[in-house]
C-alpha cells in the first residue's frame, strides 16, 4: 500500500489490479482500466503527489492526476456492459512505446529497454533475407509473449502473446518459408505449453501447439526445458520429470508431432517443495551435443547420462551426481537447481554443468560451472573467479573449445582457458541479471536476455572455422565376418573456411581395414584423410569400410569406433564420440507396441497392427497365435484383407506389419472390455517369441462424452454438468476422461454416433493434439458437440481444423478473444429459437474468459453475447457441428426449460 504525499488520505493499492482510495480507505476506486495487469511499484513526484508513476509487468505507465477518476461520480462504477463509461476514465500514459494495432507499425518510442527476457535465440546472417540490415534475434519474455526482433530496426514483435518462456531456434533452415529467416522456431508459454512456429515470423499469432504423448499432468517447471538437435533439426526434446523426444518436430502438421516418452522419473520423486528448497522436483535442464547421448539436470540437483537417448526408446539411465561416498562425499556435484547443460557439439563426454543458487546452500560442495570429458564419471570444478552467483546458462564456443559463455545474475562472463579465469564478457553491459546466452558461431555473435534490461549482442570480430564431427555407421546388422560402413562428416559452422583439415580415425578393435574413399591412406591401423577444405556452412563427408574379424569372441557384444577426429590449419579442432555397433545373433526379433486399446461397435470388428522387426541376422518369418480374451481375434497381412497364419519371410534388420482383428459379437454388453494377447514365433529359432496384448472395448451407445477439462493451472471438474443433462435427456453414453487416458482410439471414437466434448479451463490449445483425430470422425460423418472456455486463444482458433471443421473464423488477436457476457442470447430461425436469453454463471469455472467467434460458409450463429456478437455456430453438411465458444457448463440451471438440458435437446434433434 502507497499513501499519497500531501494528500494525506489517498491511498493506492497495486496487485492484480491497481485501486485508489481518495478517503483513507472507506472506498476504492479501480483506476487500471485497459493496463497490463500484475502491478509491482508505484511512485509519487516528492513536489506534487498528482504525478504518479505505476510500474506492471507491462511496463512503466505515468499519470498527471492519480491515474483519473478524480471528478466526482454520481453512481457506482461496477462491472458489466456499460462499466466503460466511468471505468474507462483514466489517464495513464504509456510510456513503452506505441503500436498501431492494425497495421503493426511503431508509432512511438520511449527509449524505455525494461524487457525481463527469459531466452533468447540468435538467427544465422545466413537465415536472413538478402539485404537485411542486421541480424534477426527471437526472446520469450516474462509476461509479454515471444519477441522477434526486426532485422532492419530495432523493433520486437510479439509473435505469441501471453507468458514467453524458452525459445529454441533451428539454425539450419530458411528454405520451408520462403528465406524469411529461420523457418522453425520453438517455444513455450508457462506450463506444459510446447509450441512451434513454421513460417520464421512472417506473421502473427501462427504458432501451433506440440503437446502430442506428452502427459500435461506431469509435474513440471514453470517455464519446460527445450532441447534442438541442430545435427538432426527433426528431434526435439522436453521434459517435465522425465524425458520426452519427438522425432518428427518438423511434421507437416503440427498435430502430427508425436513425443515418446524416453526415461523415467529423472528427480527425486517429491510432489512437493525439493528436499533442497527449490520449488519442485523438475527436469530443469537438457544437454545434448554429438553422438546420441543426452544429459539432463533437476531442480533437486539429480544429474543423469544416457549414452543412446537419441535413438533409443528404452535408453539407459546413469545418475552422475553422487559420488561413491553418497551426497556428503566433497567429490559430489552440489545438491542445487541444474540451471544448465552445455554439451560439446561432437564429443558428448564433454559437458559443463550450470548451477543456480549460491555456495553457503552447499558448503562442502561449492561451485557454480563443472566439466566432465569422461561422459560424468568424473567432474572438475571449473568456477575459478566467477562471482558466488546463480549460473543460469552456459554456451560452448565451437571454434575455440576453453571458452566459454555463462550467462549470470551479475552480468555474462567468459573464460578463454577452460574456467581457469573467468572475465566480464565486453563492455557497457548493465549488471543485471542474463538469463539466457546464445551464439552463432556463423556471425559470431553472442546475444543476451536480461531479466529487466531488454536483450544486448556482442559481435566478435575474430574469423575462424568452427567444426563439428559426426560418424554413423550403416545401420546394417552385422556378425562376424560382416562389413562396417562408415561415413564421417565434418561440417564448418564458422565464419571462416577451414583448410589444410585432417580427419584421422582408428581402426576398431576387432575390425581390420578394407577400404577408404577420398585419399584415405590406413597407416598403423588408423585411417589419415589430408588436404580437405571445407568452407564455411558448409560440410565435407568421407568413408570408410571395416571388416569384422570372422572368429570374433563371444564375449564380445559390439564394435566400438572411438578417437577419431579432425584437425585444421586455423586451430579449431574436433574430436567425435563413440560409435557401437551391436554384433547381432542369428535369430532376434521384436513385436511392437506391447499393448494397444480400442473399440468397436457391437456386430463389428477392429483392427489392430503390429510390427515384427527382425533384429537378427538372419532373414526369418514368424507364427503367428492367440490367447485369452472373450472376442474372436483372427490374423491378415499388412493390407487386413488377406487371412494369414504365417508371415512371409522378413529380410534381416526389416520389418513387417500384421493385421489383428477383433470381432465383437451382437449382443455384448455395452462396455464390455476383452484382453487378448498376440504371440509371434520364429520360424527359424521357435524357442523365440514376442507378445503384445489388444485391448476391445464394446461400444452399444450413440455418444462418447470426452473429458477434456484436467489440463489447466486452475483445472475444475465439470463432468457432471454434462452427464447430468444427458441423463435428463434421456441419453445413453460412455465417457473417455482425458486426464486419465490422453490417447483417445480413434475407431473407438469413430463407433459413436455422436461424441460431446468439452475443455473447461483447459488452455492453451486442449484440441490441438485431436484435430487429427477429430478430422477423420467428421469426416465420417460424425455429429460434435463441442464447448469450452478460452478454446480459440491466440493461434488456437487459426488452424485449418477451427476453420474448415468448426467452421469459425479467428484472427488469433484479441478482438474476439475474452469478452465476458453476463448472458447468451438465442437466435430466432436456428436450433435455440425460443431459448430466448439465458443468464451464464461465470462462477462455475472462476473466469470470464468466452469468446466471440465469426461463423463462415454455411455455418450458422446460435447464439449471441450482450454486445450482440455471435458465441455460438452451427454447421451441417457431410458432418454435423455445434460449437459453443463458451462453457455450457455456466448456461442456464440444470433442468429448467432454457437450460443445458434443453439445450441438449436441441443439439440432438438438429444432429437427427
Not at 534490461?453 to 575462424?464: C, P
Not at 564455411?536 to 570372422?550: E, G
Not at 497365435?625 to 497381412?637: A, I, M, N, Q
Request: with cysteine.
Amino acid at each position: 500500500m502507497y499513501a499519497g504525499g500531501n494528500f494525506g488520505y489517498t491511498l493506492f493499492i497495486p496487485s492484480g489490479g491497481i485501486f485508489r482510495s481518495d478517503d483513507g480507505g472507506a472506498t476504492w476506486k479501480n483506476i487500471g482500466w485497459d493496463l497490463h495487469p500484475d502491478f509491482h511499484a508505484l511512485a509519487f513526484d516528492p513536489n506534487d503527489s498528482n504525478k504518479v508513476l505505476l510500474g506492471n509487468d507491462g511496463g512503466v505507465y505515468y499519470s498527471t492526476s492519480r491515474g483519473g477518476r478524480t471528478a466526482p461520480e454520481t453512481s457506482p462504477c461496477v462491472a458489466g456492459p456499460d462499466a466503460a463509461a466511468c471505468l474507462n476514465r483514466t489517464t495513464w500514459v504509456n510510456k513503452n512505446g506505441t503500436v498501431n494495432p492494425a497495421t503493426a507499425g511503431v508509432t512511438g518510442r520511449t527509449g524505455l529497454q525494461i524487457a525481463q527476457f527469459t531466452s533468447i535465440g540468435v538467427v544465422p546472417s545466413t537465415l536472413v533475407a538478402p539485404g537485411a540490415q542486421s541480424l534477426r534475434y527471437w526472446g520469450g519474455t516474462q509476461d509479454n509473449g515471444t519477441l522477434r526482433k526486426s532485422v532492419n530496426s530495432g523493433t520486437w514483435f510479439d509473435m505469441t502473446s501471453g507468458d514467453g518462456g524458452q525459445v529454441v531456434v533451428d539454425q539450419t533452415d530458411h528454405s520451408s518459408c520462403g528465406g524469411f529467416g529461420a523457418c522453425f522456431v520453438y517455444g513455450t508459454f508457462f506450463g506444459i505449453s510446447l509450441y512451434r512456429i513454421t513460417d520464421g515470423g512472417a506473421g502473427f499469432f501462427t504458432r501451433r501447439s506440440i503437446l502430442s504423448g506428452i502427459n500435461q499432468s506431469d509435474r513440471a517447471e514453470f517455464y519446460i526445458p527445450v532441447a534442438l538437435n541442430q545435427l538432426n533439426t527433426n528431434q526435439l526434446f522436453t521434459a517435465t520429470f522425465r524425458l520426452y523426444r519427438t522425432d518428427n518436430a518438423k511434421a507437416a502438421n503440427a498435430a502430427d508431432v508425436h513425443f515418446k516418452t524416453i526415461s523415467p522419473d529423472l528427480t527425486s520423486g517429491c510432489t512437493g517443495a525439493a528436499p533442497n528448497g527449490a520449488r519442485g522436483c523438475f527436469i530443469s535442464a537438457i544437454g545434448i551435443g554429438g553422438g546420441t547421448g543426452v544429459y539432463t539436470g533437476s531442480d533437486d540437483g539429480l544429474v543423469f547420462f544416457s549414452p543412446d537417448a537419441m535413438v533409443s526408446d528404452n535408453p539407459t539411465w546413469t545418475r552422475l551426481d553422487l559420488h561413491s561416498q553418497g551426497a556428503g562425499d566433497k567429490h559430489s556435484l552440489p545438491a542445487r537447481p541444474v540451471a544448465w547443460i552445455a554439451v560439446d557439439r561432437s564429443n558428448n563426454r564433454v559437458a559443463y554443468l550450470g548451477y543456480n543458487g549460491f555456495n553457503a546452500a552447499t558448503p562442502h560442495q561449492p561451485g557454480h560451472v563443472f566439466k566432465t570429458a569422461d561422459a560424468g564419471q568424473s567432474w572438475t570444478d571449473i568456477s575459478g573467479n566467477l562471482p558466488d552467483s546463480p549460473v543460469n546458462s552456459l554456451t560452448i564456443d565451437p571454434s575455440f573449445p576453453n571458452t566459454l559463455y555463462a550467462a549470470t545474475d551479475v552480468g555474462p562472463m567468459v573464460t578463454y582457458d577452460g574456467g581457469a579465469h573467468w572475465a566480464q564478457l565486453g563492455t557497457g553491459f548493465p549488471i543485471v541479471a542474463v538469463d539466457q546466452v546464445d551464439f552463432d558461431s556463423y556471425d559470431r555473435v553472442i546475444g543476451a536476455g536480461t531479466h529487466g534490461r531488454g536483450a544486448w549482442s556482442l559481435i566478435d570480430s575474430v574469423s575462424a572455422p568452427a567444426l563439428v564431427l559426426s560418424k554413423v555407421d550403416s545401420g546394417r546388422l552385422v556378425r562376424g565376418g560382416s562389413n562396417i560402413d562408415y561415413t564421417l562428416t565434418l561440417r564448418n559452422i564458422g565464419n571462416a573456411p577451414a583448410t589444410g583439415v585432417t580427419i584421422t580415425d582408428p581402426i576398431p578393435a576387432d575390425t581390420s581395414f578394407v577400404s577408404a574413399d577420398a585419399g584415405g591412406v590406413n597407416n598403423g591401423g588408423v585411417v589419415t584423410w589430408s588436404g580437405l577444405s571445407v568452407p564455411f556452412n558448409s560440410s565435407v563427408s568421407v568413408h570408410l569400410t571395416v571388416k569384422i574379424d570372422p572368429g570374433i569372441k563371444a564375449k564380445v557384444s559390439s564394435i566400438v569406433d572411438d578417437g577419431y577426429s579432425a584437425t585444421s590449419a586455423q586451430g579449431p579442432s574436433a574430436t567425435g564420440s563413440p560409435v557401437v555397433t551391436p554384433i547381432a545373433p542369428l535369430f532376434r526379433f521384436t513385436l511392437a507396441p506391447a499393448s494397444q486399446l480400442d473399440g468397436a461397435r457391437v456386430g463389428s470388428s477392429v483392427n489392430y497392427k503390429v510390427t515384427l522387426s527382425n533384429t537378427g541376422f538372419n532373414a526369418d518369418s514368424y507364427n503367428m497365435s492367440s490367447s485369452g480374451g472373450t472376442f474372436p481375434v483372427s490374423f491378415l497381412d499388412s493390407t487386413c484383407t488377406t487371412p494369414l497364419t504365417t508371415t512371409s519371410t522378413v529380410a534381416s534388420g526389416s520389418s513387417t506389419d500384421v493385421c489383428v482383428k477383433v470381432s465383437v459379437p451382437t449382443g455384448t454388453a455395452d462396455s464390455t472390455m476383452s484382453t487378448a494377447t498376440v504371440t509371434a514365433t520364429s520360424v527359424g529359432n521357435p524357442a523365440l517369441s514376442a507378445s503384445g496384448t489388444v485391448i476391445t472395448k464394446a461400444v452399444a451407445v450413440d455418444t462418447l462424452v470426452v473429458d477434456d477439462d484436467s489440463f489447466s493451472t486452475t483445472p475444475v471438474d465439470v463432468q457432471h454438468f454434462y452427464t447430468d443433462a444427458l441423463t435428463a435427456a434421456g441419453k445413453s453414453f460412455q465417457v473417455w476422461d482425458l486426464g486419465n487416458d490422453k490417447n483417445l482410439p480413434l475407431n473407438y471414437l469413430k463407433s459413436f454416433k455422436f461424441v460431446v466434448w468439452f475443455t473447461g479451463n483447459s488452455f492453451p490449445s486442449p484440441l490441438g493434439p485431436y484435430e487429427s483425430e477429430l478430422k477423420a470422425y467428421l469426416d465420417a460423418g460424425g455429429n460434435l458437440f463441442l464447448s469450452g472456455q478460452d478454446l480459440l486463444d491466440q493461434s488456437a482458433g487459426t488452424t485449418a481444423f477451427v476453420r474448415d471443421y468448426l467452421h469459425v473464423t479467428w484472427d488469433g488477436s484479441e478482438t474476439q478473444n475474452d469478452k465476458a457476457t453476463k448472458h447468451i442470447n438465442a437466435i430466432a430461425g436456428t436450433l435455440t429459437d425460443g431459448l430466448a436469453s439465458v443468464a451464464y454463471n461465470n462462477a462455475v469455472l472462476g473466469n470470464d474468459f468466452e469468446d466471440q467467434i465469426t461463423p463462415n460458409g454455411t455455418a450458422q450463429p446460435i447464439f449471441t453475447d450482450d454486445s450482440g456478437q455471435p458465441d455460438a455456430l452451427s454447421f451441417s453438411g457431410g458432418f454435423k457441428v455445434v460449437f459453443l465458444a463458451f462453457p455450457f457448463e455456466g448456461y442456464g440451471a440444470a433442468n429448467d426449460s432454457t437450460g443445458r438440458t434443453a439445450l441438449i435437446n436441441r443439439v440432438y434433434a438438429f444432429f437427427g
